[in-house]
């Protein structure tokens, strides 16, 4: 039996995150620069139903009844087993690796879970659609983050820009010209869920001046919609400069991340802001063609990592 392979890429969230956990919406676009991976082969000589799981990223290789019941792995494993309505499994060795930076704002725990799944189920003879896969990364969403909104596995899952509101059924964006988007790493890890959890906390201490902040990003993230579908994406770097402002506001940004900000508007980006839970992970500044690599330059010399040129291609709305 050869072995089985799935891959899903990371996510950028370009406006909304945060606001989007209090229903309002965001915009999130698939990252095809960094992915995880999941391959599965059969162990036809190990004894029968041993599911051997290695991720050596994170130390782990341990088999799936050794696992805890609330583990990542075993949420997804188990999710695509109830879905497929499998009572057992055959003997296989699961390998996960990623280059999605962990806890960075990129998507890596719903990656993992969506790379996970897939492989699984074909490997089981039984691919699953894209929407039956964001189900099961939701779940595993739920149990490590808390109260996420769903964006990340809902934008990865289908691998398409998205217009998302929780709870809402899911709108494909429109790209209508090319963008050009730089990334840069703070080298700086941040879970998600606590910067979520420190949001909730002020917004339940203020929820007037908070309400507001968060009305103000759903206006902005409108205007991007408007503007990508429309207009081209030329108003996209101002507004992207007032979310990120917004997100400072609310106590997601460090000096780390506005450190680059900065250096990305300095060097002529069109506009720039944080990425995704904040207190550390990535920016992204959206960049004219000519000024990729001065743009590139002042982030490294302003302390980023590492970055990544993201090309948005063009998206038409998707056949129905
Ligand atoms: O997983 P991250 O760090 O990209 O953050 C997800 C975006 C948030 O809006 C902060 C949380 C959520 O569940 O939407």
Redesign the pocket.
Known sequence: MPAISATAPGKL?LFG??A??YNHP?IAIPFNGVHAKATVFATPIAPTGRVRIEAQAIGLDQTLDQLAADHPFAIAIHGVMKTLGIHWLPACHIRITSSIPIAA???SSAAVSIALSRALATFLGHPLEDSAVNVIAFQVEQQS?GT??G??NTVISFGRPVYFVRNQPIEFLMIREPLDLLVADSGIAAA?GP??AGVLQRFQADPETYGTYFDQIANLVKQARTDLESSAGVHLGPLMTENHSLLQKIGVSTPELDRLVEAALDAGALGAKLT??GGG?NIIALVANNQIEKATQALLAAGAHRTWLLNLPRYKEPAS
Request: aromatic share 0%.
């Open positions: 969230i995150e945060h989007v956990v965001a704002g990129m998507g983050h996420p909104s964006v990340d998600t910067m979520v995704g839970g992970g």
